[in-house]
Structures are given as structure tokens and as C-alpha cells.
């Protein structure tokens, strides 16, 4: 059985510097940033990515992005945000090399920590099945080994599953194909792949608004 630890992503983020005048700017180098994004592009990783989001220190919600962009000398890009308030970083060779500095502004009232997850390109809804979920999993738990560096597959803990999000803080229920159901709550719900079971599927109430790995012995 795989010891269970928790840096593996904690250790990867080390290099985030806030800046103490306004706590709502946050600024990072592209190079850093893409030292995780290149997973992205890497082979097998067809369904899923490394994203970047904001979370409230208090609540753990995601936090609103008010602006982000990037810039060196006399250069400027805004970056764009998603529905779902992922920072959207260009993964380019070129850029890696001219190494501009990422700025990020959060809420003024509100302590916003970076957060650096695993999760599916695209969201799911509607009917979703065993073998839809299957693919996803060793995808997941690659991205997680290669982010932990030579020995994190010895450490990671192995996905079993995962972990729905949807917005506006749904408070639903998934319905499985055997009659049962599993309670969304706060638009949260982690979902086994046995819970869906071989040839069976699971129904969601809404389209998700992120799908992230579910580690039960983490």
C-alpha cells in the first residue's frame, strides 16, 4: 500500500510570491508556472490538465479573479479568466524563454491562496459512465506522479475516483444506474469508480464546474 502524503503539490508552489503592500496582487514568473504547465502537453494526458485557481483562506471557495495579465519591459497580455475563475496561462516555448512576471489581482477584502489542481479539459454532465470516469483516472494520477517529482509515485496516493464541483453551490444528488443516490452538497460530491460500477452509469443534475481527482486515503 502507497504511503500517504500530502506535499507533493504544497512543495511545487514554493516559489509564489505575494507581494505586502496589497495583498490582493500576487505575482509569479511564467517560468515557474510552466515547470507545471508542460504536463498539459505531454502525451496520454489527452483528457485532463494542470489549472490554476485562487481559493479563499477562510471559506475554501474559489475566489473571483478581478484582472490577471502578463508582462516584461514594454510588453503586456491580459490573460483571460474562465466561467469558472481558472487563470488561463498560455503554455509557450517562447514565453518560457522571455520569462515574464504573472500578476494576479483578488478581492481587496479577502485572503485569496494559490491553488494548483489536477482536473478534466472539459466539464462533464448529463449521463456520464464507468468506462467515462476509468479513462480519466490513471490520466489523473500520472499528472500527480510527474508533478511530485522521481519518487512521487512511492508517496502519491492512488485516485479512486472524482471529485465533482459544480456552481452556485448546488445542493443536488447523483443518481446511479443501480437505483441508488449520493448527496451533492454545497455543489461538492466525490464519487468512487466502484460506487458507478462496472457497466453502469451515473446521471448529474447540472454540468460540473470542475472534475478533480477523489483520493479516499489521502
Known sequence: MRKVSLTILATALSSVAVL??????????????????????K?????VKVGFFFLNA???QLCNIEKA???????????????????????????????????????????????MVVMTKEPLFGEVSYDQVKVILPQMQAILEQLGGMFASWFTPDVEGVTLEFPDKLNSEV????????????????????????GGTMT????????????PKA
Not at 43 to 47: K, L, N
Request: glycine share 4%; proline share 6%.
Open 20 to 41: 505586502p503592500v496589497q495583498a490582493q496582487e500576487y505575482m509569479f514568473t511564467y517560468s515557474k508556472l510552466y515547470s507545471h504547465m508542460k504536463q498539459n502537453a
Open 43 to 47: 502525451e496520454g494526458h489527452d483528457d
Open 58 to 60: 477562510n471559506t475554501k
Open 69 to 115: 495579465w502578463m508582462e516584461k519591459e514594454e510588453h503586456y497580455e491580459e490573460l483571460k479568466i474562465s466561467p469558472y475563475k481558472e487563470v488561463m496561462v498560455p503554455l509557450d516555448n517562447n514565453l518560457r524563454s522571455a520569462n515574464p512576471l504573472v500578476f494576479v489581482h483578488t478581492p481587496m477584502d479577502m485572503r485569496c491562496d494559490f491553488s
Open 175 to 198: 443518481t446511479f444506474s443501480n437505483g441508488t443516490t449520493k448527496a451533492i452538497v454545497d455543489g461538492k460530491v466525490q464519487i468512487s469508480l466502484q460506487e458507478i460500477g462496472e
Open 204 to 215: 448529474l443534475p447540472a454540468e460540473t464546474s470542475r472534475v478533480l481527482p477523489y483520493l
